[in-house]
């Protein structure tokens, strides 16, 4: 019976191969959510970063309101008496994931 190394998924994770396609993975998310965001964007700060770590890479929207940007949020026009709309999320990440 075949045995199988406890580790094989440190050891894969490692090679550098396996590295570069996990990065070359990231940047390309994170170009397609670039893409994504100038689509919507007319203000505000609102930013793309692709960060690496040793095995892996993170695609963030960075915003104070990047909740809000991603997955909408509900909203009024400052009256006591408004009616609440919901403001559906632009789903950037998401998107540019394939998700």
Do not use: K
Request: aromatic share 4%; no cysteine.
């Amino acid at each position: 019976m075949a045995e199988v190394d406890r580790n094989v998924n440190a050891i894969v994770a490692h090679l550098p191969g396996v590295r570069a396609a996990v990065r070359a993975a990231a940047r390309e998310v994170g170009a397609r959510a670039e893409a994504n965001l100038a689509q919507h964007r007319h203000s505000g700060d609102a930013e793309i970063e692709v960060t690496y770590g040793r095995t892996d890479g993170h695609v963030s929207l960075v915003d104070e309101a990047a909740m809000s940007i991603e997955f909408g949020h509900f909203t009024d026009n400052g009256e006591t008496d408004a009616t609440v709309t919901y403001v559906p999320g632009l789903r950037i990440l998401r998107d540019a994931a394939d998700l």
